[in-house]
């Protein structure tokens, strides 16, 4: 079945540092590709999408591009803030399916000053 | 526009004891969702719902949960009875429409823990 696998954390940082989040998929057809970020304490918030091969999704200074060719949606931020510390989500919806969205196991990231 | 309201925000309760949680979606979303996130993984889903009918539920453990959206508005989830292994955050959400371009929009989870 469709699946994402994301790179375990934690994923530590300094603040102004650039940061990966590596993820990939497998999936039967040509789904959409989507991140989530979840705050200590709240709801999942989607940050970028991608819906076709190329895309570019980006947002708040993250950007992710989807790569058919790698099945590969990594996420990256030139200069991460204090305040992005955070669990990353990376996630898909299958296309054959009903709009039924799958994630990977998520990455938390730790900036610090 | 309101986003996805969700309650209780925590619950502690004994194993074998019952609970249930209740969704409000947006106000003119179809599809509604209820997911399972177990500390430390991603979401399960566990059943969806387009309008008053279920379009998925085959991660659900029927044995003991069950869900219903019978007006097609507000959906309740429950758990009956509860195991160790349920302490989770549940998590409802919504979406316009079955375009997968558009994502979800999830509310803020209601914490089980069972004792």
């Known amino acids: 079945g469709d699946s994402v696998t994301q790179m375990e954390g934690p994923v530590t940082l300094s603040e102004e540092a650039f940061l990966t989040i590596n993820c990939t998929y497998t999936?039967?057809?040509?789904?959409?590709l989507f991140w989530y970020v979840q705050y200590p304490g709240e709801g999942l918030q989607l940050l970028l999408k991608?819906?076709?091969?190329?895309d570019k999704g980006s947002n708040k200074g993250f950007e992710a591009t989807y790569r058919k060719e790698t099945t590969s949606f990594h996420l990256e931020k030139g200069s991460v803030q204090v305040s992005d510390s955070a669990v990353y989500f990376c996630?898909?919806?299958?296309?054959?399916?009903?709009?039924?969205?799958?994630f990977g196991a998520g990455t938390r990231l730790a900036v610090h000053p | 526009e309101a986003g996805v309201a969700q309650s209780p925000r925590y619950k502690i309760i004994e194993k074998r004891q019952s609970v249930a949680f209740w969704c409000n979606p947006i106000?003119?979303?179809?599809?509604l969702y209820w997911y399972q996130q177990i500390l430390g993984q991603g979401p399960k889903l566990l059943i969806q719902?387009?309008?008053?009918?279920?379009?998925?539920d085959s991660q659900l453990p029927k044995d003991r949960f069950s869900a219903e959206r019978l007006k097609g508005v507000d959906s309740t989830l429950k758990i009956q009875p509860a195991k160790l292994e349920d302490s989770a955050v549940y998590l409802c959400?919504?979406?316009?429409?079955?375009?997968?371009?558009?994502?979800?929009?999830f509310g803020s989870g209601t914490r089980l823990t069972v004792v």
């Open positions: 999936a039967t057809g040509y789904p959409s």
């Open positions: 991608a819906t076709k091969a190329d």
């Open positions: 106000s003119g979303h179809a599809t």
């Open positions: 996630a898909l919806i299958d296309p054959g399916g009903y709009n039924k969205l799958i």
């Open positions: 719902f387009q309008n008053n009918g279920v379009v998925d």
């Open positions: 959400a919504s979406s316009f429409s079955r375009d997968r371009g558009l994502g979800y929009t």
